[in-house]
């Protein structure tokens, strides 16, 4: 059964959209699908927000709204990154709560875990021990967004039928993605650099950092897909699955590379030609983030994008709408 009327917050970033795309397929009508520019609801506005949700009354909440960015983004800016991220979630989800909104779901961030974690990165890895200092504050703001899904369940699960759900993407690219030269993440940030030293003819293309570290990457489309899937499950089957304060689904690709060979990868997508140097007196930020996603996959989701595939998809958006 279709919801009558479902808000994705933050439908213009990059998994927003994504998610917009993957309910218009499924063939939820365009008008029951509600959205909001940032000009049109300041979602840091406490009263504007509750005003919205007590005038739109939604049935089903997808919160993909964040403040977000690479290593250089989250050094340089740490207050707005756990102020206007705080700011979103507590507004939204008390919001939506207040207006009864009975289904949410929360998208998260593989960097909530510790920064030395076993690998691959399980669920209940959450909360024990230190995070990594690049981006602390945004993982703080993370952390609390799904403690306040799993606190408004466990206050308000029986007696108003909240149901309020998080899932923690793995690192994501794709259409709609941000190619700021200076805060955004790896898979964008490569993009613009080698299609801009192709262009350029530049002899040599240096990149941040030693190259070995591995990371992995979901395409975005695949993503809006698993927070569907996610979100629609029986609710017998997603409580059987998780605990009331374990409550989170990872979500991975299942599988990651080193950034040296994601940069050959790009380099060969884009077609520069030129060679690859790497700074090791840049960071690298954590040496390995890998989502344990077997918890998803048991609940009937896998992904259907592989990278090269993906990549190619992500060049294509960059050429039609930032080159």
Same mark, same amino acid.
């Given at each position: 059964?279709?919801?009558?009327?479902?808000?994705?917050? +933050?439908?213009?970033?990059?998994?927003?959209?994504?998610?917009?795309?993957?309910?218009?397929?499924? +063939?939820?009508?365009?008008?029951?699908?509600?959205?909001?520019?940032?000009?049109?609801?300041?979602?840091?506005?406490?009263?504007?927000?509750?005003?919205?949700?007590?005038?739109?009354?939604?049935?089903?909440?997808?919160?993909?709204?964040?403040?977000?960015?690479?290593?250089?983004?989250?050094?340089?800016?740490?207050?707005?990154?756990?102020?206007?991220?705080?700011?979103?979630?507590?507004?939204?989800?008390?919001?939506?709560?207040?207006?009864?909104?009975?289904?949410?779901?929360?998208?998260?961030?593989?960097?909530?875990?510790?920064?030395?974690?076993?690998?691959?990165?399980?669920?209940?890895?959450?909360?024990?021990?230190?995070?990594?200092?690049?981006?602390?504050?945004?993982?703080?703001?993370?952390?609390?967004?799904?403690?306040?899904?799993?606190?408004?369940?466990?206050?308000?699960?029986?007696?108003?039928?909240?149901?309020?759900?998080?899932?923690?993407?793995?690192?994501?690219?794709?259409? +709609?993605?941000?190619?700021?030269?200076?805060?955004?993440?790896?898979?964008?940030?490569?993009?613009?650099?080698?299609?801009?030293?192709?262009?350029?003819?530049?002899?040599?293309?240096?990149?941040?950092?030693?190259?070995?570290?591995?990371?992995?990457?979901?395409?975005?489309?695949?993503?809006?897909?698993?927070?569907?899937?996610?979100?629609?499950?029986?609710?017998?089957?997603?409580?059987?699955?998780?605990?009331?304060?374990?409550?989170?689904?990872?979500?991975?690709?299942?599988?990651?590379?080193?950034?040296?060979?994601?940069?050959?990868?790009?380099?060969?997508?884009?077609?520069?030609? +030129?060679?690859?140097?790497?700074?090791?007196?840049?960071?690298?930020?954590?040496?390995?983030?890998?989502?344990?996603?077997?918890?998803?996959?048991?609940?009937?989701?896998?992904?259907?994008?592989?990278?090269?595939?993906?990549?190619?998809?992500?060049?294509?958006?960059?050429?039609?709408?930032?080159?």
């Amino acid at each position: 059964m279709k919801a009558s009327k479902i808000y994705v917050a +933050g439908h213009r970033g990059m998994v927003g959209s994504a998610i917009v795309r993957h309910l218009l397929a499924q +063939g939820q009508p365009r008008d029951s699908i509600v959205t909001r520019t940032h000009s049109e609801l300041d979602l840091t506005d406490q009263a504007a927000v509750q005003a919205f949700f007590a005038a739109e009354r939604p049935d089903e909440v997808y919160l993909a709204a964040a403040k977000v960015g690479g290593i250089h983004a989250n050094n340089t800016y740490p207050a707005e990154f756990i102020y206007v991220n705080l700011m979103v979630q507590a507004n939204v989800i008390n919001s939506a709560f207040g207006s009864g909104v009975r289904k949410l779901l929360f998208l998260g961030s593989s960097c909530i875990y510790p920064k030395a974690v076993q690998q691959p990165m399980r669920e209940d890895a959450l909360l024990t021990g230190t995070l990594e200092s690049t981006n602390e504050p945004y993982a703080i703001a993370k952390i609390a967004g799904i403690k306040l899904c799993e606190s408004y369940n466990r206050q308000y699960g029986a007696s108003h039928g909240v149901d309020y759900r998080s899932v923690m993407p793995t690192n994501l690219y794709g259409p +709609g993605d941000n190619y700021h030269p200076e805060n955004s993440h790896v898979v964008p940030a490569l993009i613009r650099r080698f299609h801009e030293a192709k262009a350029g003819k530049a002899p040599v293309v240096t990149i941040w950092g030693t190259g070995k570290p591995f990371r992995e990457f979901l395409y975005v489309d695949d993503m809006a897909a698993a927070s569907v899937h996610v979100m629609n499950l029986d609710q017998a089957v997603y409580d059987q699955q998780t605990q009331p304060m374990l409550s989170h689904i990872n979500v991975g690709y299942g599988e990651d590379l080193t950034i040296t060979d994601l940069a050959h990868t790009i380099a060969q997508v884009v077609g520069y030609e +030129g060679d690859i140097r790497f700074d090791p007196s840049k960071p690298d930020g954590t040496f390995r983030k890998l989502m344990d996603s077997s918890r998803l996959r048991s609940l009937g989701w896998s992904p259907s994008v592989d990278l090269k595939t993906g990549l190619a998809g992500a060049y294509q958006d960059f050429l039609e709408n930032h080159a």
